[in-house]
């Protein structure tokens, strides 16, 4: 595997674009939400929301099951404009 450069061209597989976009529109959306700082507990925190089933949002985000990280960024968008 080549290492990039400063300057060179990194191309990344559309899978990982939309991850990184997942977890970008998660930070965005917690910090508009709570805060920093609080926004730290809550991924931590039991959820009592029914996606949740009383697990922490961090399990599910890392579960490994992208469709997983894109269900709790469509959560906090959703608590976001509701």
């Known amino acids: 595997m080549d290492s990039a450069r400063a300057g060179d061209s990194v191309s990344l597989p559309k899978e990982v674009l939309e991850g990184i976009g997942c ?3 998660i ?3 917690l910090v508009i ?3 920093h700082d609080r ?6 925190a039991p959820n009592r929301a029914p996606l949740f089933q009383g697990k922490c949002a961090m399990s599910l985000m890392t579960s490994g099951n992208r469709k997983d990280l894109e269900d709790v960024a469509r959560y906090l968008l959703s608590e976001r404009y509701r």
């Open 23 to 25: 977890v970008l529109s």
């Open 39 to 44: 926004s730290k507990g809550w991924v931590r």
């Open 33 to 35: 939400l709570l805060n």
């Open 27 to 29: 930070y965005a959306s």
